[in-house]
């Protein structure tokens, strides 16, 4: 058994912002969320590296439930 378990915590974020004429990082970072284009979500576990990538496309992504 794990100390923590798997899927505790999710976090659902949707594109809203388009990466044309955006640093190559942060379309990495899209593409590394599953989000490459307008208006898809996705819900990812809530982790730090999630968190960080979040946090570097925030003016590309809102989060739309934490749970």
């Known amino acids: 058994m794990s100390a923590k378990k798997t899927g ?8 809203i912002g388009s990466p044309l004429r955006r640093e ?7 593409i590394g969320l599953g989000l490459n284009k307008m208006r898809r979500t996705r819900t990812l576990e809530d982790t ?20």
């Open 24 to 30: 190559p990082s942060q379309r990495q970072t899209l």
């Open 48 to 67: 730090a590296a999630v968190r960080g990538m979040i946090n570097k496309v925030a003016h590309l992504v809102r989060v739309v439930d934490e749970a």
């Open 8 to 15: 505790d915590k999710t976090v659902t974020v949707q594109q």
